[in-house]
């Protein structure tokens, strides 16, 4: 699991799997100018779970104070078992 509070040099990696999450299900891509925005505000967070070296999951964090908020939300574990043949 990783937070990443400069999330600068990660963007490019977070839109690349939340968009392409977003595709699967019809969702609206992520907003690029919105996530270059929040960032540069220091007020945009990441989060990330793997398993052996795959992506899971990804989430953006709207912070504001002492609060956050979760802006995106996508994963990438659904139906794993059955796109290889097993049940999920």
Known sequence: MEFITDP??????FRAFYDAFARQKSLEP?????LVTACKARQ???SSASQNGEALVWHA?????????LQFS???F????ERAGGQA
């Open 30 to 34: 992520s907003d690029h100018q919105w």
């Open 8 to 13: 600068e040099n990660r963007l490019d990696e």
């Open 61 to 69: 964090h709207v912070m504001y104070g002492e609060t956050a908020g």
């Open 74 to 76: 996508g994963s990438n």
């Open 44 to 46: 945009l967070a990441l």
């Open 78 to 81: 659904r139906n794993k078992e």
